[in-house]
């Protein structure tokens, strides 16, 4: 008879703005395990003693929380059975707004091997698969299959039925000489498997977001096309220009984050999922609560000069804000954001949307619209908000969300902050590791500037409330975030 599978410790691996709620949720179970320390994972090396049955990939601000759950795995194969096991975890009650966003990490050192290998991810299982049911004459001239499966990564990124592959996939000799040669005739039955294993339909060859234009080495990709994305297999569609026609043929991709529904066409529009802990941070923010706004946040209006898909328009939605403007050039961008912001709503009720597009003009009705979009470049801000600015609630908060720099949206920023109320600007910068503080003070004299154009007369207060440091963008970059607050404007001195 066979022994009994061993039973592993698992761990929860979260973002860490939601570690607190999940050590409480723990502890009220009694299921925190208070010998060993809630630990920051910093780097992929911080797991090589963890099996992560689901998709995950490494972000910033994660943190492994212990537990003193166990459960015994069998194989690879019943990893949703594993994740099923914790269902009672991830209850609406303990973490209501994202339960995608948290991982199960169960814990194999010192323990005895399962029965069957365990593989660093149902990815690493699929491919296993599929090596081993390759012809017998084929099989037998490649190498041994640990050695081709120990050179390809475990990382991937899954928003079904999407499976996203990391750009460095199957680029470790013997790999592409093999995919070219003996293999590229089983490259449907390779990607059938990976299909039934992680229950998807489409996969692409993921790649960072190129600088400039791929006609051009001298053309800004200012519309953030990911036209280094490569499909591997499915129907994504083509890169076609923007229309209606083009709009229904193309593959559509939701996700969920914080309970913020977002959507977009991956081979037109990117998602950056890096920036999940700025979207937390934002819901959570002081500046949007009564307390600090005067008002309820329903009373007030924020403004997003570079909306794309939605980002962070929507958590000013989701926090409550009574009117979210958005402004975005990017054909593809504005109907992710329609399509999104129509999955999205409070309650049972759906946030209204509404785009507009060339001369259009807004018009107020009642019954308006949570959030309207501006097809159009963001230096026409000003003129639409001051036609507007009595019909809607007053405007406190403004996203400036362009990388490297969102400089050159900071005068409109200013110029349509409520004048009488003041408010708040979030301006994304991308900043040396060791210029930060120096670059937060010029920050801050630029603002200033934009806010007092008489500087012998000053009439508004200009300070930065608080710098965070979002992620790396570049091996010593950090992409930053100023919440730079600007006071009313005070009246002259007689």
Not at 19 to 24: D, H, Q, R
Not at 70 to 95: C, E, F, K, M, Y
Not at 166 to 185: D, K, V
Request: hydrophobic letters at 40%.
């Amino acid at each position: 008879m066979a022994p009994p599978p061993q039973a592993h410790r698992f761990y929860i691996i979260i973002p860490k703005p939601l570690t607190k709620t999940m050590k409480t949720a723990l502890e009220q179970r009694g299921k925190l395990d208070k010998s060993s320390k809630i630990r920051p994972i910093r780097h992929e090396a911080d797991l090589q003693d963890y099996l992560i049955p689901d998709s995950f990939t490494l972000g910033a601000d994660a943190c492994l929380v212990p537990t003193t759950y166990t459960i015994a795995l069998h194989s690879a194969s019943n990893a949703q059975t594993v994740l099923a096991a914790v269902t009672d975890v991830l209850t609406p009650g303990l973490h209501p707004e994202d339960p995608s966003s948290i991982h199960l990490a169960i814990h194999l050192k010192g323990s005895t091997p399962p029965p069957q290998p365990v593989h660093k991810s149902l990815l690493h299982h699929a491919i296993q698969h599929w090596l081993s049911s390759l012809p017998s004459p084929i099989l037998s001239s490649l190498p041994p299959i640990p050695s081709l499966l120990a050179l390809h990564p475990w990382t991937y990124t899954l928003y079904p039925p999407l499976l996203l592959l990391p750009p460095h996939t199957f680029q470790q000799p013997p790999w592409p000489t093999l995919l070219a040669g003996p293999l590229a005739p089983h490259l449907p039955s390779l990607y059938a498997h990976i299909c039934a294993s992680l229950c998807i339909t489409h996969i692409a060859l993921n790649a960072p977001i190129p600088l400039h234009s791929p006609t051009s080495a001298t053309t800004p990709n200012e519309l953030r096309s990911p036209t280094a994305l490569t499909p591997l297999h499915g129907a994504f569609g083509t890169r076609e220009a923007p229309s209606a026609a083009a709009f229904r043929r193309a593959f559509w991709v939701s996700t969920a984050q914080y309970g913020v529904h977002q959507t977009w066409a991956p081979l037109h529009t990117m998602f950056s999922r890096g920036n999940i802990a700025e979207k937390a941070r934002l819901l959570r923010l002081p500046a949007l609560r009564a307390e600090q706004l005067g008002g309820e946040p329903a009373a007030s209006s924020a403004v997003d000069l570079y909306a794309g898909i939605g980002y962070f328009a929507f958590c000013y939605a989701k926090a409550g804000v009574g009117r979210v403007l958005c402004w975005e050039i990017n054909p593809w961008s504005v109907e992710g954001l329609r399509r999104g912001a129509g999955r999205n709503g409070s309650g049972r009720k759906p946030w209204g949307v509404k785009v507009v597009v060339g001369e259009e003009v807004e018009e107020q009705r009642e019954g308006e619209e949570r959030v309207l979009v501006f097809q159009e470049d963001n230096q026409r801000a000003v003129a639409r908000i001051e036609g507007m600015r009595s019909r809607i609630p007053p405007l406190r908060h403004v996203n400036c969300g362009f990388l490297p720099t969102s400089a050159p949206s900071w005068p409109v920023a200013v110029a349509v902050l409520d004048p009488e109320l003041g408010g708040w600007v979030h301006a994304h910068e991308n900043i040396a590791v060791g210029d930060i503080e120096s670059r937060k003070g010029d920050i801050v004299a630029r603002f200033d500037a934009l806010a007092n154009p008489d500087a012998a007369n000053p009439r508004r207060i200009v300070r930065c409330d608080h710098l965070q440091r979002v992620k790396s963008y570049a091996p010593g970059v950090i992409h930053c975030v100023l919440d730079i607050h600007i006071a009313p404007i005070q009246s002259p001195h007689p």
